[in-house]
């Protein structure tokens, strides 16, 4: 991936916010003015959010910039979207921290114009307190997949897993495993089912491929087995090959289509 995808889009955003800090936090933007005029003139950061807040306002630069975004996501590459909070910001949300609500809420708005598949949030807690009554807190990163990484995301209503490359089995792995956790926790908790559906890329024959996607499939239920989940709780099906997300003529396309999709029910 050419390096000045991502540092033109940092610098972009940085220019914006800091035109937004200065204008309107310190009001110094373009000489002295009168409170009412800085309020009215003041330049917007492209995105910005409520203190204590998760509802994205975006000014005409914040949609070009998703739009810009958009368009530079190539086949083999994800979008990260970063939500930044501060310790001081109050979470009313049902995400774990403001940042990851603020992360989501950008991930909706880009959905329409990128594959979901392509989009990965994440959160990052910024250093100092919060200034004013809006932030801007996000930032965006396009990077190209990485084959050897396992990766648990949201899709909709669904929990995604991708194998690292090779992994054809559950084998031990921290950031699966800690999501499988919880998921246990929950299910023991509230009595609830889990439909899970492996998936492959179509290398070998369908046959083969629909019993892959079975095995996996059935070595994530072990798992949530011998962590308590009830036998009837839990569902397992295959999609095999018939259900790509991506292309199967690259590496990283066939690690997206090698997946585990989780739904509770």
Same mark, same amino acid.
């Given at each position: 991936?050419?390096?000045?995808?991502?540092?033109?889009?940092?610098?972009?955003?940085?220019?914006?916010?800091?035109?937004?800090?200065?204008?309107?936090?310190?009001?110094?933007?373009?000489?002295?003015?009168?409170?009412?005029?800085?309020?009215?003139?003041?330049?917007?950061?492209?995105?910005?959010?409520?203190?204590?807040?998760?509802?994205?306002?975006?000014?005409?630069?914040?949609?070009?910039?998703?739009?810009?975004?958009?368009?530079?996501?190539?086949? /083999?590459?994800?979008?990260? #979207?970063?939500?930044? $909070?501060? @310790?001081?910001?109050?979470? !009313?949300?049902?995400?774990? %921290?403001?940042?990851?609500?603020?992360?989501?809420?950008?991930?909706?708005?880009?959905?329409?114009?990128?594959?979901?598949?392509?989009?990965?949030?994440?959160?990052?807690?910024?250093?100092?307190?919060?200034?004013?009554?809006?932030?801007?807190?996000?930032?965006?990163?396009?990077?190209?997949?990485?084959?050897?990484?396992?990766?648990?995301?949201?899709? /909709?209503?669904?929990?995604? #897993?991708?194998?690292? $490359?090779? @992994?054809?089995?559950?084998? !031990?792995?921290?950031?699966? %495993?800690?999501?499988?956790?919880?998921?246990?926790?929950?299910?023991?908790?509230?009595?609830?089912?889990?439909?899970?559906?492996?998936?492959?890329?179509?290398?070998?024959?369908?046959?083969?491929?629909?019993?892959?996607?079975?095995?996996?499939?059935?070595?994530?239920?072990?798992?949530?087995?011998?962590?308590?989940?009830?036998?009837?709780?839990?569902?397992?099906?295959?999609?095999?090959?018939?259900?790509?997300?991506?292309?199967?003529?690259?590496?990283?396309?066939?690690?997206?289509?090698?997946?585990?999709?989780?739904?509770?029910?």
């Amino acid at each position: 991936m050419k390096v000045w995808i991502p540092v033109s889009l940092f610098v972009i955003y940085s220019f914006f916010a800091a035109r937004y800090y200065v204008c309107h936090i310190k009001q110094v933007c373009g000489g002295r003015r009168s409170h009412v005029e800085a309020t009215i003139r003041q330049p917007a950061a492209p995105i910005t959010f409520p203190l204590s807040g998760a509802e994205p306002m975006l000014t005409d630069a914040g949609h070009h910039l998703l739009d810009s975004l958009s368009a530079q996501v190539g086949e /083999g590459q994800i979008l990260e #979207i970063t939500g930044h $909070y501060y @310790a001081d910001e109050d979470n !009313p949300t049902e995400y774990a %921290d403001l940042g990851l609500a603020r992360a989501e809420q950008i991930k909706a708005l880009l959905s329409d114009m990128v594959d979901p598949h392509k989009l990965r949030v994440r959160s990052a807690m910024q250093d100092g307190q919060a200034e004013g009554d809006t932030v801007g807190a996000v930032s965006f990163r396009i990077k190209d997949v990485d084959i050897h990484q396992a990766e648990v995301f949201s899709l /909709g209503d669904r929990k995604v #897993i991708l194998f690292p $490359y090779g @992994a054809a089995d559950k084998a !031990p792995n921290p950031v699966i %495993d800690s999501y499988l956790d919880k998921l246990a926790e929950e299910l023991i908790r509230t009595g609830r089912k889990v439909i899970i559906t492996g998936h492959t890329d179509n290398i070998g024959s369908a046959h083969k491929n629909k019993l892959m996607g079975l095995r996996r499939a059935k070595n994530i239920r072990d798992y949530l087995r011998k962590k308590g989940v009830p036998r009837k709780s839990i569902i397992t099906r295959s999609k095999g090959e018939t259900e790509p997300v991506a292309t199967n003529d690259t590496p990283a396309g066939r690690h997206q289509n090698r997946r585990v999709e989780i739904e509770i029910q």
